[in-house]
């Protein structure tokens, strides 16, 4: 089984500022890789997917890059509505998910 | 534009079986290549792949729940569904069935809204 380890698993930090998280997959995905935004009582959001390509809606300042097994999300700007808990999920090899990375106001 | 829907009962009693069903709507479940799969949630935890069916093929179970799962899909109703066993209470949780391209990742995950599943007597 494909096991992802994503950190930090909290981030304190202040609007504007420039976060990444990472997330490190057991043995190559190649670019099979899904990022989330889940708010509390909502369904996860997809912001990225194919590792680095944005979803339809999102904005601009969530990028993520990567392949084999090692990816990251960033978002260039933190704004007030991206406090929340993140996670990654590889889809190549049957699926899993990383442990989750709450993103909190500083 | 596909959309998912999760439906089932809320409440199961523990020892029996929990049954979900996923709808597809907008699209074909049998257009593409695509994994339809099942996922949850435990309140204030993470997420846990169940497993998933592929209309040309078969399915592929979480390895920690493969001895209670039976995914199924029923393509006259453009539906798949979830069975799991022997429900106790670290069943209850929140339950997502989701879809995913295999072929060349070109289209992004789609996700149901999910259901919330109690294990009680």
């Known amino acids: 089984d494909i096991q992802m380890t994503q950190s930090p698993s909290t981030l304190s930090a202040s609007v504007g500022d420039r976060v990444s998280i990472t997330c490190r997959a057991s043995q190559s995905i190649s670019t099979w890789l899904a990022w989330y935004q889940q708010k509390p009582g909502k369904a996860p959001k997809v912001l990225i997917y194919q590792a680095s390509s944005l979803e339809s809606g999102v904005p601009s300042r969530f990028s993520g890059s990567g392949s084999g097994t090692e990816f990251t999300l960033t978002i260039s700007s933190l704004q007030p509505d991206d406090f929340a808990t993140y996670y990654c999920?590889?889809?190549?090899?049957?699926?899993?998910f990383g442990q989750g990375t709450k993103v909190e106001i500083k | 534009q596909v959309q998912l829907q999760e439906s089932g009962p809320g409440l199961v009693k523990p020892s029996q079986t929990l049954s979900l069903t996923c709808t597809v709507s907008?699209?074909?479940?049998?257009?593409?290549?695509?994994?339809w799969s099942w996922i949850r949630q435990p309140a204030g935890k993470g997420l846990e792949w169940i497993g998933r069916?592929?209309?040309?093929?078969?399915?592929n179970y979480n390895p920690a729940l493969t001895s209670r799962v039976t995914i199924s899909v029923d393509t006259s109703k453009n539906q798949f569904s979830l069975k799991l066993s022997s429900v106790t209470a670290a069943d209850t949780a929140v339950y997502y069935c989701a879809s995913w391209d295999f072929y060349d990742g070109r289209y992004p995950p789609l996700w149901g809204q999910g259901t919330l599943v109690t294990v009680s007597s």
């Open positions: 999920q590889q889809y190549n090899s049957y699926s899993a």
């Open positions: 069916i592929y209309i040309s093929g078969g399915t």
């Open positions: 907008g699209g074909s479940i049998t257009s593409g290549s695509y994994y």
